[in-house]
């Protein structure tokens, strides 16, 4: 498999039977780039996630790829539906709980804590997760203390859902954005503590990759390889 950074929280992940668009929202190059000129030229089926309706997360561009490429399949947060981004007959809906599972794939959507869905991904005999906006999103330096323990008391839950249903993930997309402040990290820490992560791949760091390495120390000091993919197109090849 190969997984490959295309902005923000969007990445493609391509097996020689199908690729995974997640999250995506613009190209590498803007309006054109690795989504356009690679992915919707290839004949497999491709598979398209939207983890919520926010517009770094989601794009209605998705839907006129279908006048390019026929093999298709739109899985979408039921958020996307409610908020009247899309018609109810354009896609696949999956809330909180919910699966969708094909002969190639299987993908189960767990919670948010802002708002949307995470996705848990069986593909290739191996567990990939792509969290979203999943994050203990406590802002510690301008939130009042109540503020930080129910933020912090919030993710936790949606952690322990999570860890009942896979006491280990293969290859993790999480947020680790420094908008945050002092303490941006810590949802990524508690995320490896409480789960068994062998790769972790940061997103959401906007255009500040580089402060996303201190926590790929404390990653790999704790078993967990770390990898920022800091550059449109850039790769990762994944063993299966």
């Known amino acids: 498999m ?9 990445f493609a992940l391509e097996t020689p039977a199908y690729s995974i668009l997640f999250d995506y929202y613009k190209d590498t190059k803007g309006k054109q780039g690795y989504v356009h000129d690679v992915l919707l030229q290839k004949p497999e089926p491709l598979y398209i996630l ?9 794009s209605r561009e998705i839907f006129s790829w279908k006048e390019q490429k026929k093999d298709i399949h739109y899985l979408l947060s039921k958020d996307i539906l409610r908020h009247q981004k899309a018609a109810a007959d354009e896609a696949t809906f999956l809330d909180k709980g919910d699966v969708y599972q094909d002969d190639l794939i299987r993908v189960q959507a767990f919670g948010s804590t802002d708002v949307g869905v995470s996705f848990l991904l069986t593909c290739e005999h191996k567990l990939i997760f792509h969290a979203g906006d999943l994050n ?25 859902v999570l860890k009942a249903a896979c006491n280990h993930i293969d290859v993790a997309m999480f947020p680790v954005d420094p908008r945050m402040g002092s303490d ?3 949802g990524a820490e508690q995320f490896i503590q409480q789960i068994q992560v062998k790769q972790f791949i940061p997103m959401h760091f906007w255009e500040k990759p580089e402060l996303t390495l201190p926590f790929g120390t404390y990653a790999r000091q704790n078993g967990t390889a770390f990898h920022l993919l800091s550059q449109p197109g850039e790769t990762l090849h994944i063993k299966v």
Not at 136 to 160: C, G, I, P, R, Y
Request: charged letters at 30%.
């Open 2 to 10: 190969k997984l490959t950074y295309i902005y923000h929280s969007c």
């Open 184 to 186: 941006f990290a810590r």
């Open 50 to 58: 939207s983890s919520h309706f926010h517009p770094d997360h989601f």
């Open 136 to 160: 203990n999103w406590h802002w510690k330096d301008e939130s009042t203390e109540q503020e930080v323990k129910e933020a912090e008391e919030n993710f936790l839950h949606e952690l322990n």
